[in-house]
Structures are given as C-alpha cells and as structure tokens.
C-alpha cells in the first residue's frame, strides 16, 4: 500500500525559511525519481523540484536558487529547504515519484505572509 506523508509546512514571513519532509512507503524508493509539487488555489498543481535516484536535481524557474530537495534512500525520506520564501510560494505542497503515480499524499499548507 503507497502512503506519502508530509509535514514541515507553516505560517512564515516573507523572506523566511521552512523545511518541508515526506516519508515514502510503498513504492520502489531506491529506484524512482522524487519530487515535490505543490498547488496554490484556483491553480493546477506544478512540479517545483525534482531528485534523480542519483541525486541530480532539477528546479522550476520560479524556485530555483531558493529551493533545495535532497532524499534519503535509506530512509525513504525526501526533503525540500525553501528559503527567501515569497507570498507567491503559498501552497499546498506535496511529494511523489517523477513522473507522479495516481495516489496523493495529504500535503503539507505553506502560507508566506508579505
């Protein structure tokens, strides 16, 4: 049975830090590509960063040189540091392997006040 828990999420000023964290169970971790996505209101959901097996990373433009993913393949964890958070960050965030299987965690809320 997949199960994608996320916590980490807050209430942070703009300019703040938050360091988002999921644990996977499930899925082959080791073998898949992870990611976070996150999905702000009235918007579609978008991958913000991505983590290859072999940790390689990719960002969104919107994130990049603010947001940072790493994993854990012994722990089936997957992280995201975001720092110099904007209001244009609030979200909810989610993970889930790249490209994402059909079942959603229940996300973590990120809200940055101006």
């Known amino acids: 049975q997949v199960q994608l828990v996320e916590s980490g999420g807050g209430l942070v000023q703009a300019g703040g830090s938050l360091r988002l964290s999921c644990v996977a169970s499930g899925i082959i971790f080791s073998i898949d590509a992870m990611g976070w996505y996150r999905q702000a209101p009235g918007k579609q959901r978008e991958l913000v960063a991505r983590?290859?097996?072999?940790?390689?990373?990719n960002y969104a433009d919107s994130v990049k040189g603010r947001f940072t993913i790493f994993r854990d393949n012994a722990k089936n964890t997957v992280s995201l540091q975001m720092n110099s958070l904007k209001p244009e960050d609030t979200a909810v965030y989610y993970c889930?392997?790249?490209?994402?299987?059909?079942?959603w965690g229940q996300g973590t809320q990120v809200t940055v006040s101006s």
């Open positions: 983590i290859a097996i072999g940790g390689s990373t």
């Open positions: 889930n392997t790249v490209p994402n299987i059909p079942y």
